[in-house]
C-alpha cells in the first residue's frame, strides 16, 4: 500500500492458540552465520520489492516516483535502472516465471478509468521495455474490481503442458478495498496478457466440495477485516505441482466494532492460506496459527514464501507473550521498557505437507500450529518489525527484519500505539513517559534444521546495519498514521528473495543517513538451497 495501501486493513476471527516438522543439507559458499554486503540501488524509496530469476539477476522496485524499477546482474553489487512501466504507483510486488520473464503488481496506476484498482506489467526482455495485463472490461485495470482494490501481491510459473512464458499462470491477489475485505484472485493463462474476472476465494462457486466447515470458520474470522500476505505457485516437479497458495492475516470478530476495514486498529492474531489445486476453481482454506487475542501481527504485515518444493512459510513479528493489559498500562505509566514480556518479537510457522498442517498441528482449528519458531534470540530484545522470509530447501529459512532495543508502547488491544517511537512529549503530542526515539537498524536470521521443531530448531543472527537506517516511529496503522508523529517514509516492509545459489538478498530504504534505496547481499556462510 503506497498511500491508501494496507492503511484501510481490516479485521474479523476469533481465538488463541500456538508448532514442529523436517529438513535438509545446507549449500555453503563459506561458513556459518552469513555476512551480507551493503550496495546502493537508486534514489530513495520506501518499501522495495526484490525478486531473482533462476539466472541470479535480480530486480527492485520502488513505488515512490512510479514503478520506478532496477536490475542487478552481478548478485545485487550493482544496479541500473531498467524502463519505468508506469508513472503512477501505489503497492508493488515482483514475480518471476520460469523463463526468467519478470512480472510487477502496482496499485491505482494510470491504465484505467476506475478507481484503486491493480495492474500487472510484463517484461520479457529484463525491463527494456514492459506490456499490460488487460482485465476483463477494458480500461478497468488488471483487477477490474467493483469493490476496489488494496495490497495486491503477484506469482507466476509455467506449469506443464505449457513449456513458454506466453502460457504461463499468472495469479494477481488482494482485498477489496471498499468491500468487506475479502480475498480475491484474478488468473492469467496466457503469461500475463488477459485475465479473468476477479474471483473471491471464501465464497460459493470456489468452495471445494468438504472444504464447506472450515470456509465457514475462516469467513468468521475474515470476514470486515483482512491483511493480504501474499500469493505463490509451487513449482513443477514437486509434490504440490501448480498449487496456488493466496496468504493473510486477520483479527476476530468482537473487534469489528473498533472499525470493519478502515482503521486497522484491530490486533491480528490470526494467520490464514487456502490453497487450489484446480487453477483457481475451487479453494481450501487453512488457518496457520493463532496467537490469541490481544497479540497482533500486524506491523502491519506478515511475510510469505514458500520453498523449492512447494511448502509454505510465514514469517512474522508479534508480541506474543504479553499480557495486554499490563503492557498498555505499563505503557501509559512509562515502564514498559522494563517488561521484556511486551516486547514485539519474530517467528515463523511452516508446513512441510503444502499446508495441510502446520507443525505439526495441535492449534485450536484442526491443522493449525500450537507453538511458532522463535527466530531472534532472548538476549536480542526491543522491538521487531517488518518481517521477510525466504525458504529454500524444506525447513531452510532466512528471515529479514528491522530492529530497535526500544519497546514499542501498546493498547489494550496488543496494538502498537501511533508515536510510540517518535519520542517523549508533550511537544510532538506524545505522553512525556515514552521512550527516545527509536532507532532501527536491518538484522537477518537464519535456520537450517526447522525438521527439529520449534523446541529445538537453531538460529543464527546477523545485524547488518551499524549506522541506523531509520530512526523515530514504524506506524503500522497506513494513512491512519498521524503524519506529524509518525513518519511513513518507509512505507510498510521491506523484502527478501533467494539469488539461484540459494542465498539472500534483502531489499530496503534508508532514510537516516544514506538516504537511498539500498539491497544486503549475502557474501558469506550458509545458503539455503535453491530458489523455488
Known amino acids: 500500500m503506497h498511500k491508501l495501501r494496507s492503511s484501510f486493513l481490516a479485521c474479523v476471527g476469533i481465538a488463541c492458540v500456538l508448532g514442529a516438522v523436517i529438513g535438509i543439507s545446507p549449500g555453503v559458499i563459506a561458513g556459518n552465520a552469513p555476512a551480507y554486503s551493503l550496495a546502493n540501488v537508486g534514489p530513495y524509496g520506501g518499501e522495495p ?15 515512490q516516483g512510479g514503478t520506478l524499477t532496477y536490475k542487478s546482474t ?7 535502472p531498467v524502463a519505468t512501466a508506469d508513472p503512477n504507483s501505489g503497492d508493488d510486488c515482483l514475480a518471476t516465471d520460469q523463463a526468467n520473464s519478470v512480472y510487477l503488481c502496482n496499485l491505482a496506476g494510470s491504465q484505467g478509468v476506475a478507481p484503486l484498482q491493480a495492474d500487472v506489467w510484463k517484461s520479457v526482455n529484463h525491463g527494456a521495455s514492459w506490456t499490460h495485463g488487460a482485465g476483463a472490461i477494458p480500461q478497468c485495470g488488471t483487477s477490474c474490481s467493483p469493490f476496489g482494490v488494496d495490497r495486491d501481491w503477484l506469482a507466476a510459473s509455467i506449469l506443464p503442458p505449457a513449456t513458454t512464458t506466453s502460457q504461463a499462470e499468472v495469479v494477481l491477489m488482494y482485498h477489496d478495498f471498499y468491500g468487506p475485505s475479502q480475498i480475491w484472485v484474478n488468473i492469467s493463462h496466457d503469461g500475463g496478457a488477459t485475465f479473468g474476472a476477479p474471483q473471491e476465494v471464501l465464497a460459493s462457486p470456489a ?28 513449482p513443477p516437479g514437486t509434490p504440490h505441482a501448480g498449487r496456488i497458495f493466496v496468504a493473510w492475516i486477520a483479527a476476530d470478530l468482537p473487534q469489528n466494532a473498533t472499525g470493519c476495514n478502515v482503521t486497522m486498529m484491530q490486533a491480528f492474531h490470526t494467520l490464514w492460506v487456502s490453497y487450489s489445486d484446480d487453477n ?7 488457518q496457520a496459527f493463532d496467537a490469541g487475542i490481544g ?51 519474530m517467528y515463523v510457522v511452516w508446513s512441510n505437507n503444502g499446508g495441510t498442517v502446520w507443525d505439526g498441528g495441535g492449534g485450536l482449528i484442526p491443522g ?3 507453538r511458532p519458531y522463535r527466530v531472534n534470540p532472548a538476549a536480542e530484545r526491543g522491538t521487531h518489525f517488518f518481517p521477510s522470509i525466504a525458504a529454500g530447501d524444506p525447513g531452510k529459512v532466512d528471515v529479514a527484519y528491522l530492529r530497535t532495543s526500544e519497546i514499542v508502547p501498546t493498547d489494550s488491544l496488543g496494538k502498537a500505539l501511533p508515536g510510540g517511537c517518535a519520542g517523549p512529549g508533550p ?23 526447522l525438521g527439529q521443531g520449534p523446541g529445538s530448531a537453531t538460529w543464527t543472527a546477523t545485524q547488518i546495519t551499524t549506522t541506523a537506517m531509520h530512526i523515530g516511529d514504524i506506524c503500522n496503522l497506513g494513512i491512519f498514521c498521524v503524519p506529524t508523529i509518525s513518519s511513513r517514509n518507509l512505507l510498510d516492509f521491506i523484502t527478501e528473495d533467494l539469488d539461484q545459489r540459494g542465498c539472500a538478498h534483502i531489499a530496503y530504504a534508508d532514510d537516516n543517513t544514506v538516504k537511498l534505496l539500498r539491497a544486503a547481499n549475502q557474501t558469506s556462510g550458509t545458503c539455503i538451497g535453491k530458489a523455488k
Do not use: R
Open 49 to 63: 520489492s526484490i525478486v531473482s530469476d533462476s539466472a541470479g539477476v535480480l530486480y527492485d522496485t520502488t513505488p
Open 207 to 234: 468452495v471445494k466440495p468438504g472444504a464447506v466447515a472450515g470456509t465457514l470458520v475462516a469467513q468468521g474470522y475474515t470476514f470486515c477485516n483482512t491483511v493480504p500476505a501474499g500469493v505463490q505457485i509451487a
Open 295 to 345: 497479540h497482533d501481527s500486524s506491523t502491519p504485515f506478515v511475510g510469505f514464501t514458500i520453498d523449492n518444493q512447494g511448502n509454505p512459510y510465514f514469517g512474522f513479528a508479534i508480541n506474543l507473550t504479553a499480557n495486554p493489559a499490563t503492557c498498555s498500562a505499563e505503557s501509559a505509566a512509562g515502564t514498559v521498557q522494563s517488561d521484556t514480556s511486551c516486547e514485539y518479537d
Open 280 to 286: 483457481g476453481l475451487t479453494w481450501t482454506p487453512q
Open 368 to 370: 493449525s500450529a500450537a
Open 74 to 80: 552481478n548478485l545485487g553489487a550493482t544496479w541500473q
Open 427 to 449: 511537544a510532538n503530542g506524545n505522553p512525556p513517559t515514552y521512550p527516545p526515539a527509536c532507532p532501527w537498524n536491518l538484522y537477518a536470521a537464519q535456520s537450517v534444521n
